[in-house]
């Protein structure tokens, strides 16, 4: 531009930015749009993160149950002799016409006896007998009802629980194996008869009866 006097004018000075506060009744809203934002970003990562917590859980319990061994068991015969089972303790065939009792014994208990309990579906512990008093303790009170306990001499490893065709080698009483072992197996649904429990069977660890003596 020219002034008066026919020189260029001085460039007027820009306008300052003019800064908008935010005044007291904007930013309840500001904050409540921040809190919504917060809240749907939890909303939308709670789930995956769930997912991805499960996925290690089911992967973990897959990892301590890879060492169940299991076999299909079909000789459910009764018999009065003794039988040679292929594993130790045995994990199902045939077996006595009588069953042990439900418990905790703290005696060895016939196997031909206790492979009967297992065609029951009940869950057969067994745990070296030099195993502490306090172990023994802390393994009776996770027996389940439908559950016998003994110690065995000469197994492969301190504690070792069986079902019907499945069984698993523990490192001792505070093995957390044992609680995945029972949610997955104890249940019977391995058992032939699942369902008929322990109940009712002789209390005797070497399976003699009140009338019969003994079954041997």
Same mark, same amino acid.
């Given at each position: 531009?020219?002034?008066?006097?026919?020189?260029?004018?001085?460039?007027?000075?820009? &306008?300052?930015?003019?800064?908008?506060?935010?005044?007291?009744?904007?930013?309840?809203?500001?904050?409540?749009?921040?809190?919504?934002?917060?809240?749907?970003?939890?909303?939308?990562?709670?789930p995956l993160v769930d997912r991805l917590v499960r996925g290690d859980e089911l992967e973990q319990r897959a990892?301590?149950? =890879?060492?169940?061994?299991?076999? +299909?068991?079909? /000789?459910?015969?009764?018999?009065? %002799? @003794?039988?040679?089972?292929?594993? @130790?303790?045995?994990?199902?065939?045939? $077996?006595?016409?009588?069953?042990?009792?439900? %418990?905790?014994?703290?005696? &060895?208990?016939? +196997?031909? *006896?206790?492979?009967? /309990?297992?065609? $029951?579906?009940?869950?057969?512990?067994? $745990?070296?007998?030099?195993?502490?008093?306090?172990?023994?303790?802390?393994?009776?009170?996770?027996?389940?009802? *439908?559950?016998?306990?003994?110690?065995?001499?000469?197994?492969? =490893?301190?504690?070792?629980?069986?079902?019907?065709?499945?069984?698993?080698?523990?490192?001792?009483?505070?093995? +957390?194996?044992?609680?995945?072992?029972?949610?997955?197996?104890? @249940?019977?649904?391995?058992?032939? +008869?699942? %369902?008929? =429990?322990?109940?009712?069977?002789?209390? /005797?660890?070497?399976?003699?009866? &009140? @009338?019969?003596?003994? *079954?041997?």
């Amino acid at each position: 531009m020219i002034d008066a006097d026919g020189q260029p004018a001085p460039p007027r000075p820009e &306008p300052a930015p003019v800064v908008q506060e935010l005044g007291p009744r904007r930013l309840p809203l500001v904050l409540a749009s921040v809190a919504a934002a917060l809240v749907l970003a939890a909303a939308l990562v709670a789930p995956l993160v769930d997912r991805l917590v499960r996925g290690d859980e089911l992967e973990q319990r897959a990892l301590d149950l =890879s060492l169940v061994e299991t076999w +299909e068991i079909t /000789d459910r015969a009764h018999t009065t %002799g @003794d039988v040679t089972y292929p594993q @130790d303790p045995p994990a199902g065939g045939a $077996h006595a016409p009588i069953w042990l009792a439900c %418990g905790v014994y703290d005696e &060895p208990v016939r +196997e031909e *006896n206790a492979v009967h /309990d297992l065609e $029951h579906g009940t869950v057969w512990i067994t $745990h070296d007998p030099g195993l502490s008093a306090a172990d023994v303790e802390a393994l009776a009170d996770r027996l389940p009802d *439908n559950g016998i306990m003994s110690p065995r001499e000469g197994l492969p =490893s301190p504690v070792v629980v069986t079902v019907w065709g499945a069984q698993l080698r523990l490192d001792g009483a505070d093995d +957390e194996r044992l609680g995945l072992f029972l949610e997955e197996y104890g @249940d019977g649904h391995t058992a032939p +008869e699942l %369902g008929v =429990s322990c109940q009712g069977g002789t209390p /005797d660890p070497q399976g003699a009866t &009140p @009338d019969e003596g003994t *079954n041997t």
